[in-house]
């Protein structure tokens, strides 16, 4: 079956057609800039990416474009439309109400739509991807993949903050996790790695990328992650701040005569190892900058590791233990140094690096613990978009 997964944005959208027989791409682009000039990122697999500068004014057009570019008789991946047989979208809130993938019908529209409070940037932007598509492709069974759902497993303990409960009951507000997606995909890979059932193991991942969050899978289960009602807690970020004390936000105003929605701005922004270092939110700058003697780019990194740490701690101590520790996204895959500045203290639950392999190690899967090491400790690249065809299948 080929599916079409989409992961609509404000003003972009990426997709990749899949064959979810083989999980062969066999495309995948973007389109920028929607509804300001607009430019199509295409690349069928095995040729060269080809970039057109198009119109686009609208989200339908951008999926038109896209479809068009699917069936181009040069360069197109499949002949005609109907070799698409499903649509899964990306959908990054799903709240309380979905903990699972779900077949898009009018209700589940109307059920996304009212969790469009909790992440006015992101879920509108998915509604949007979704309508042009269905308008665009009426027949074709759709899914939408959400990132909250594999954190609906969370116990009360884990979700509840301190706050009066009323607002919890009134507005929802409580941990809900974001990256599930990738949390699921990477825990289960881990456990076949391993050799081991998923359902016997407790793995820590580490997705490290420009948007970091970390999620403790106890039994197959997601029970506690560092995102919460919005993807700025938890760690320091590209450029979000993460966890910080809450009287700081007025603090910060009242000193630099700032609204509440201006230091928002800051915290999302401005802060995380950008904000830190002055140098760059891109950890290869940061990384470059330091070892020119750059002291804050040194900060920054080591900020963000000390972060990290913390989190693992806190993750063991929550399922009594840990078996395996996973690092996936964009650092986790590819920055062996901050990985290795986070087992190096890990020791005291029996981590030991393989140094060498840690050093190899860039966007594969691999060992990067001994054959000792009480916990083992993998990098695996994750693959958001496979897991969201999977899903799709399964449902369609
Ligand atoms: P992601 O959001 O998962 O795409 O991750 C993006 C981040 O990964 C970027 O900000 C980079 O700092 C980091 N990254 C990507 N490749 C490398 C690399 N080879 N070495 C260090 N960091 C990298």
Do not use: W
Not at 202 to 214: E, M, R, W
């Amino acid at each position: 079956m080929n599916v079409l997964v989409i992961n609509c944005g404000s003003s972009s959208l990426k997709y990749q057609l899949i064959n979810s027989d083989t999980e062969a791409v066999l495309a995948k682009g973007l389109c920028e800039r929607i509804g300001i000039d607009g430019r199509l990122v295409y690349q069928k697999t095995g040729l060269d990416k080809e970039i057109t500068e198009a119109a686009m004014p609208t989200h339908k057009q951008a999926i038109q474009l896209v479809l068009d570019a699917l069936v181009n008789p040069n360069t197109g991946a499949i002949a005609n439309l109907s070799e698409i047989e499903a649509v899964g979208h990306r959908v990054v809130h799903g709240g309380e109400k979905f903990a699972t993938s779900t077949v898009l019908t009018d209700e589940v529209i109307a059920a996304i739509e009212e969790c469009n409070d909790l992440a006015p940037l992101h879920n509108p932007a998915n509604l949007i991807g979704i309508r042009a598509c269905q308008e665009l492709m009426p027949n074709v069974p759709m899914v939408a993949v959400f990132d909250t759902a594999f954190h609906q497993t969370m116990p009360d303990v884990a979700y509840m903050y301190g706050l009066p409960y009323e607002y919890y009951e009134k507005y929802g507000v409580r941990r809900y996790g974001f990256h599930g997606t990738s949390h699921s995909f990477v825990s289960k890979r881990a456990a076949e790695i391993v050799g081991k059932n998923y359902e016997d193991l407790k793995i820590i991942v580490c997705h490290l990328g420009n948007g970091a969050s970390i999620c403790a899978v106890d039994h197959g289960k997601s029970v506690d992650t560092s995102m919460g009602l919005t993807p700025l807690e938890g760690l320091i970020m590209g450029t979000r701040s993460g966890d910080v004390d809450p009287s700081i936000l007025d603090f910060i105003a009242q000193k630099e005569n700032l609204t509440l929605p201006q230091v928002m701005n800051v915290l999302n922004k401005k802060s995380g190892v950008e904000g830190i270092s002055g140098v760059s939110s891109d950890f290869r700058d940061i990384e470059a900058a330091a070892k020119e003697g750059n002291k804050r780019a040194a900060l920054a990194q080591q900020t963000f590791a000390y972060r990290v740490i913390k989190y693992v701690g806190a993750y063991a101590a929550a399922m009594n233990g840990v078996d395996v520790i996973c690092f996936t996204a964009g650092l986790g895959e590819n920055d062996c140094k901050i990985r290795e500045m986070v087992m190096n203290n890990l020791g005291y639950l029996g981590v030991e690096v393989n140094a060498e392999v840690n050093n190899a190690t860039r966007g594969k899967e691999a060992v990067i613990s001994t054959a000792d090491s009480k916990v083992t400790c993998l990098a695996i690249p994750t693959n958001e978009e496979l897991a969201i065809c999977r899903e799709t299948v399964a449902l369609v």
